[in-house]
């Protein structure tokens, strides 16, 4: 009984704690707060999958007084116009509330240190309300919002995407290096038997970017115009030498001994990832996925089928990202092994010190959540919220196949793409080797200065 009232506490009220997770074993509420959000994220993501299920728009035309064309509305000051489910624009009016809801959320928590601040209650509380204003916002979306507006929305989706595939270069950075850190650790105090586990998974991770590499060539360069094709994947796998070789070199190994192969491997695949995606986008002739537009006069192209492979492994992508930051102890790790911050301080005005190091109060055995951030956060409430909307913007493009939306074409499958997808995501897998290889020379260059590593 206690565990019931304790959640409905949590949920309608200002509790800083999770509305599950009262009936869990013990948990720091700053990490199951961002569980919830989480959730938030991926009931937008699941919303908008509905354009993907066959037939969704004839099934629900059959049920009485539900679409735009029965003669008896379900909701009184609108309709729903079942034929848009199918179509890109309807993922478009999902996403943009709840892109709006973390864009107020990261205002208004900006410089929030504490759980003893007036505004920590609205970040660790009232799920309840939370979840209904989003699911409002989300069929006022779906039912008034013009149509016209994708366009101009794109355009800013395609801003933020950009910073986002970024940011998730800084996370699947710090996750390499923690996974390659934590198994070397475990081979030298433990079992030797680590290091075959390391030597497996770069070695795996290699011979998929062997292989996606030979299948590039072979899919994407069988055209006449396929010189830009071929240098964009000839200049990957080139980088993907260079950071390989250098994550190795004598000199840099001195200042970081935990860089290695592993780390290499998992941001070579990445970025190979993202030549993949933009490649599978673009709008040319080359594009075994698309057919050429080239004689209409524009420079876009309409997919000829539903790109669900790349849809799937970059939500995948997108999600482990967002869970490794949810269940990282502290978010300034990453952020020193980039060098953005000091020892002293934390990323965007996170000081806490120690936050999530435990409750020495709770009571053994007693499964509940606890305030751990009465002394300070352990993440930056305002950049966790900025994070999530960019995520937003991201997903958002996924999941319509980086839609043209100044184009006639809105169902699914019949996707038209632009240059700009494919420039995005090249330039971005070029700035992710750019990233990766400062994290090994920054080090080496600065050798006074603390990175986050464990020499």
């Keep these: 009984m206690g565990c019931i009232i304790s959640s409905a506490a949590c949920c309608i009220g200002s509790a800083a704690c999770g509305c599950i997770s009262s009936c869990c074993p013990t948990m720091r509420s700053s990490t199951t707060t961002r569980l919830m959000y989480s959730g938030i994220l991926l009931l937008t993501v699941l919303v908008s999958l509905i354009i993907r299920i066959p037939g969704i728009s004839d099934s629900l035309e059959k049920l009485p007084g539900v679409c735009k064309e029965t003669d008896h ?3 009184p000051s609108g309709y729903i116009d079942c034929k848009a489910l199918g179509t890109y624009l309807f993922v478009y009016k999902v996403c943009f509330p709840v892109a709006i809801f973390f864009a ?5 928590m900006i410089d929030v240190r504490s759980s003893k601040d007036i505004r920590a209650p609205i970040q660790n509380g009232f799920w309840l309300w939370k979840y209904l204003l989003v699911i409002a916002g989300v069929i006022a979306s779906v039912l008034k919002m013009p149509d016209n507006f994708a366009y101009p929305w ?7 995407a950009f910073i986002f595939i970024l940011i998730q270069l800084l996370l699947l950075v710090d996750f390499a290096h923690t996974w390659n850190e934590t198994w070397l650790d475990n081979a030298e105090n433990k079992d030797r038997s ?6 497996f998974a770069f070695g795996f991770n290699f011979c998929a970017i062997i292989a996606g590499t030979v299948l590039l060539y072979y899919f994407y360069t069988g055209c006449e115009s396929n010189s830009l094709n071929i240098a964009v994947i000839t200049i990957n796998i080139i980088l993907c030498i260079a950071v390989s070789v250098t994550s190795i070199l004598p000199g840099i190994q001195e200042y970081n001994p935990h860089s290695g192969l592993l780390q290499a491997s998992v941001i070579s695949l990445y970025c190979s990832y993202l030549i993949w995606s933009g490649l599978a986008s673009d709008p040319g002739s080359c594009n075994p996925m698309g057919v050429d537009n080239s004689t209409s006069g524009d420079d876009s192209g309409s997919s000829g089928s539903d790109n669900l492979a790349t849809t799937l492994i970059g939500i995948g992508i997108t999600f482990f990202c967002v869970l490794w930051s949810v269940l990282q102890t502290s978010s300034s790790n990453y952020s020193q092994k980039l060098g953005v911050t000091s020892e002293e301080g934390a990323l965007l005005g996170c000081t806490g010190t120690g936050a999530d190091s435990g409750n020495d109060n709770i009571e053994e055995g007693k499964p509940r959540v ?5 002394d300070g956060v352990s993440y930056s409430y305002s950049f966790f919220h900025f994070m999530f909307m960019i995520a937003v913007f991201y997903l958002m493009l996924v999941l319509t196949d ?9 169902g699914v499958g019949e996707a038209t793409y632009t240059k700009t997808s494919l420039w995005v995501k090249i330039v971005s897998s070029w700035l992710c080797y750019g990233i990766y290889s400062w994290t090994l020379a920054a080090p080496a260059m600065f050798p006074d200065r603390d990175f986050g590593y464990n020499n």
Excluded: P
Aim: a negative charge.
């Design 194 to 199: 680590w290091m075959c586990g390391i030597a």
């Design 73 to 75: 509305k379900l909701i």
């Design 370 to 374: 606890y305030d751990n951030e009465e």
């Design 154 to 160: 794109m355009i800013i989706a395609y801003i933020f």
């Design 402 to 410: 980086w839609w043209n939306a100044n184009s006639s074409a809105v």
């Design 104 to 108: 107020l959320m990261s205002l208004i």
